[in-house]
């Protein structure tokens, strides 16, 4: 008799489950399984980065560090930029580009109105992908307008004696790309950190306080990573930890968000005694043209 109840009691339960299986499903549940799967899928596979309005202000910054204050106090902004991003964050450029492009125009000519900056010409800003880069961290360049300019003084020549204490075969320089500066390579060894005790200071939080240094070394300059965080990198490849990579004229040191171009000491300099703005002036000038309630997405 059992038996026979069991029996019965699995025929219905078998009868109502197939007929489960066999009613279709509701577009609105195959919708929203769609849309849970798309985003659980997106947020595994990549890494979120900075959304168009932060990455615009991002290379907001990078360019004002291209304004420069002269000795007679008057500040100079140049007008034409070459961004240098990670390739997604292009990716993030190219998909509202005109709006990109404006949007930064726009930022420096009212920071030039408002802190009565001298801009050299109508601005334009042009975008180069660099793997090399870490996403949202890009970087500027200002580059020279298509007329030729007279060039600026040269630099005063380091001394053949100085240059022969450090036991190295020639005399190179660094130009900074953030103020344009020039960094003869003449003592034994130059720092470079984010640390006020480094000759030569990078006040960004991504460089290591003690980030890497500038030796003599056989006759050459090397330049070694002292275990940074981010890396160093030279001509776009990254440097492996106390490696000693030599140095040659046209070579491109990449620290943080500032690049160096390595050079002979004969290359003209700057106008001199020229600077560049403090970081707390660019910080906040950025955060006044592009104030974070232009950021908040809708």
């Known amino acids: 008799m059992l038996s026979v109840v069991f029996l019965l009691v699995g025929s ?22 769609a849309s849970v799967a798309r985003n659980v899928s997106g947020s595994l596979g990549r890494r979120k980065g900075l959304t168009p309005p932060e990455l615009q202000r991002a290379c907001f910054s990078e360019m004002v560090r291209h304004v420069r204050v002269t000795r007679q106090g008057r500040t100079h902004a140049p007008s034409r ?51 090399s880069r ?14 030729p300019a007279p060039l600026p003084p040269p630099a005063p020549m380091v001394s053949a004696m100085s240059t022969a204490t450090t ?20 003592a034994d060894a130059i720092t470079i950190g984010r640390s006020r005790d480094r000759a030569i200071m990078v006040d960004d939080t991504r460089v290591s306080r003690a980030h890497a240094h500038i030796e003599p070394r056989q006759g050459a300059w090397i330049i070694l990573d002292d ?42 300099s700057e106008e001199p005694g020229t600077r560049a703005l403090d970081d707390s002036d660019r910080n906040r000038i950025s955060g006044e043209v592009l104030p974070p309630s232009r950021w908040t997405e809708s």
């Open 167 to 186: 036991g190295a075969a020639r005399t190179l320089v660094l130009i900074r790309s953030d103020t344009g500066e020039r960094i003869a390579l003449v």
């Open 134 to 147: 870490h996403p949202g961290a890009p970087t500027a360049f200002a580059t020279a307008p298509d007329e």
């Open 227 to 268: 275990g940074s965080a981010n890396g160093t990198t030279v001509n776009g490849e990254a440097l492996p930890v106390s490696r000693p990579c030599p140095l040659r004229p046209g070579d491109v040191i990449g620290i943080g968000p500032v690049e160096f171009r390595v050079t002979t000491g004969d290359t003209p």
């Open 12 to 33: 219905v339960v078998g009868f109502l489950g197939s007929r489960r299986l066999r009613r279709p499903v509701r577009p609105d549940r195959v919708a929203q399984a």
């Open 81 to 131: 930029y070459q961004l240098q991003l990670h390739p997604d964050d292009l990716a993030v450029v190219d998909e509202a580009r005109r709006w990109f492009t404006e949007g930064l125009a726009d930022a420096m000519r009212q920071a030039s109105q408002t802190n009565n900056w001298v801009l050299d010409g109508p601005i334009e800003v042009d975008y180069r992908a660099d793997p």
